[in-house]
């Protein structure tokens, strides 16, 4: 009997293959940790066969975890981290390593892209800003600096494109990652248009098909079975990128209600829902993201911060480095199950955190390259507990930042990624939003959306609308109302959240500028 999904989502962190049954119960779980490089102060780069092989574990040991998993899968979707270009040859070789979201060597380009007038039409098309993370600005990058890089290749993929190729010998991308980068939300087809302005008409052959994995699939090759156990003929759903596949999974698509989509992971990402094209609010300022959803005319909006809990990963380190000169050993989970403490030591003095820690700067609500961390309003009364305050303040002010971006605050936050499990966080980031903040028993959404686009393209379920009653309402945890004193402490800190940001972008260029005197030029990679 065909009655298991299998979902897999390869994040910038983990590598993932989960197993849910057709009603969206999850069966099982195999995991890896994922890797990659960087290179030199700027690059971010991943081996691709690395990834296939890291892939191709985790199915394998699903499969030891349940009985008879290979006869009984009725598809296996896939999604992944997004942004980056991962290229291959005409025999289907990877054309060096991938380039990551994390890579910043772009960013002169993109500054450069965005301060051409013709940036306006191009925005209009995509509804997304630019940003050194996407796979237009990386290839235009190599195009002018590194031409080599692009000897032999014929596709351009982006992580899940990759593992879908290995799947089923499919060159094809997902109507999300390709107009948002170089197409038109509209039509959901690319833009000749954004081609052009990006000046990349002679890469144009790199792009592959776009397949719409809600209304088709592929099969699974007999090498990909010989390597992964499972039966050749299996159909394959190519997802849509990881973000879209999260927030379908945590709920932000739910006819009939005022809520919004937080993925607070390594990165963050803070979403609204458009239930038409003409619902699209395109902001002044050229930023965010606009991406099609696996539902006929409707899309989610982002604006992306591109560090959030690395914030606390760094602040945490620095502890972890002080105890350990003093000859204290302490893990990271040590030093969180002692946040609260020392959140509940901070003081009332107002103390803001710029969270953009982040080597790759940020891209939402602004694009700025240069953009750096930086505690504004230290005196002699703040304490480690104060700084810690303001660093999980920062993440919050952060994500009411994107919100403001998109239109009005929505009245419910889903929240999913790792600080979901942060009942501190929580607090925090529902009185900075003044939002009720709700949560889900289902972990692993990313994976969970995927195989939910599986079951719709399947014919499992009729309509995402039906498969969202039965894989996600019911696993929603109860809504935790915004603590209203709260809501005025960080109503009052906004304003100044804002205004620091503004007044300290000249000194990021500055830095940025000092940084890259006597700075020996990077090799390319």
């Known amino acids: 009997?065909?009655?298991?999904?299998?979902?897999?989502?390869?994040?910038?962190?983990?590598?993932?293959?989960?197993?849910?049954?057709?009603?969206?119960r999850q069966l099982a779980m195999a995991a890896v940790p994922n890797n990659y490089e960087a290179v030199g102060r700027a690059g971010a780069v991943q081996d691709l066969r690395r990834t296939w092989t890291d892939t191709v574990k985790t199915l394998v040991e699903l499969s030891a975890r349940i009985e008879n998993l290979p006869g009984r899968v009725a598809a296996i979707a896939v999604t992944g981290q997004g942004d980056g270009t991962w290229m291959i040859d005409r025999d289907g070789e990877p054309v060096g390593k991938g380039w990551l979201w994390l890579d910043a060597r772009a960013s002169a380009i993109v500054e450069r892209l965005r301060a051409d007038s013709g940036d306006v039409e191009r925005f209009s098309h995509t509804g997304s800003g630019l940003a050194a993370c996407q796979q237009g600005p990386q290839l235009r990058w190599m195009q002018e600096h590194a031409p080599e890089m692009l000897e032999g290749?014929?596709?351009?993929?982006?992580?899940?494109?990759?593992?879908?190729?290995?799947?089923?010998?499919?060159?094809?991308?997902?109507?999300?990652?390709?107009n948002f980068t170089f197409g038109d939300f509209r039509t959901r087809q690319y833009c000749d248009d954004v081609i052009a302005f990006l000046g990349l008409k002679k890469l144009k052959h790199l792009l592959p098909e776009i397949v719409d994995g809600a209304t088709a699939h592929h099969d699974l090759s007999p090498t990909a079975a010989a390597a992964t156990g499972l039966l050749a003929g299996t159909p394959v759903v190519l997802g849509y990128v990881d973000v879209v596949c999260t927030a379908l999974g945590a709920g932000l698509y739910d006819p009939g209600t005022d809520t919004g989509c937080s993925i607070i992971g390594s990165t963050g990402m803070h979403m609204r829902l458009a239930t038409s094209a003409d619902d699209v609010r395109l902001n002044r300022d050229l930023t965010g993201y606009t991406m099609c959803m696996p539902i006929p005319g409707t899309y989610t909006q982002m604006q992306s911060n591109m560090a959030a809990t690395l914030n606390i990963d760094w602040i945490l380190a620095l502890a972890a480095g002080v105890l350990k000169g003093m000859g204290v050993e302490k893990s990271k989970s040590d030093l969180l199950a002692?946040?609260?403490?020392?959140?509940?030591?901070?003081?009332?003095?107002?103390?803001?955190?710029?969270?953009?820690?982040?080597?790759?700067?940020?891209?939402?609500?602004?694009v700025d390259a240069s953009a750096r961390a930086s505690f504004v309003g230290l005196s002699m009364v703040h304490g480690f507990g104060d700084m810690l305050r303001a660093v999980f303040?920062?993440?919050?002010?952060?994500?009411?930042?994107?919100?403001?971006?998109?239109?009005?605050?929505?009245?419910?936050?889903?929240?999913?990624g790792g600080a979901a499990r942060s009942a501190s966080l929580r607090r925090i980031l529902g009185a900075a939003l003044g939002a009720s903040i709700q949560t889900s028993e289902r972990e692993?959404?990313?994976?969970?959306?995927?195989?939910?686009?599986?079951?719709?393209?399947?014919?499992?379920?009729?309509?995402?609308?039906?498969?969202?009653?039965?894989?996600?309402?019911?696993?929603?945890?109860?809504?935790?109302?915004?603590?209203?004193?709260?809501?005025?402490?960080?109503?009052?800190?906004f304003?100044?959240?804002?205004?620091?940001?503004?007044?300290?972008?000249?000194?990021?260029?500055?830095?940025s500028h000092a940084a890259g005197a006597g700075t020996p030029q990077e090799r390319p990679q």
């Open 1 to 24: 009997m065909r009655d298991i999904l299998i979902g897999i989502d390869a994040g910038t962190s983990v590598i993932k293959s989960v197993a849910f049954d057709l009603g969206g």
């Open 153 to 178: 290749a014929s596709t351009a993929f982006h992580c899940k494109d990759w593992l879908y190729f290995n799947l089923t010998d499919k060159r094809a991308t997902d109507p999300s990652e390709a």
């Open 338 to 366: 002692h946040a609260d403490h020392w959140l509940s030591e901070a003081k009332d003095a107002p103390l803001l955190f710029q969270p953009y820690i982040s080597e790759a700067g940020e891209r939402g609500p602004f």
């Open 393 to 416: 303040d920062g993440l919050a002010l952060a994500a009411r930042d994107c919100y403001a971006e998109m239109g009005p605050l929505p009245k419910c936050i889903r929240l999913t």
């Open 444 to 493: 692993e959404a990313g994976a969970a959306g995927a195989a939910m686009i599986a079951a719709v393209s399947l014919g499992i379920y009729p309509s995402m609308a039906d498969c969202v009653g039965d894989w996600v309402r019911p696993h929603h945890r109860p809504a935790e109302p915004a603590d209203e004193d709260l809501v005025r402490r960080y109503d009052a800190l």
């Open 495 to 511: 304003p100044a959240y804002q205004q620091s940001r503004l007044a300290l972008r000249p000194v990021w260029h500055a830095l």
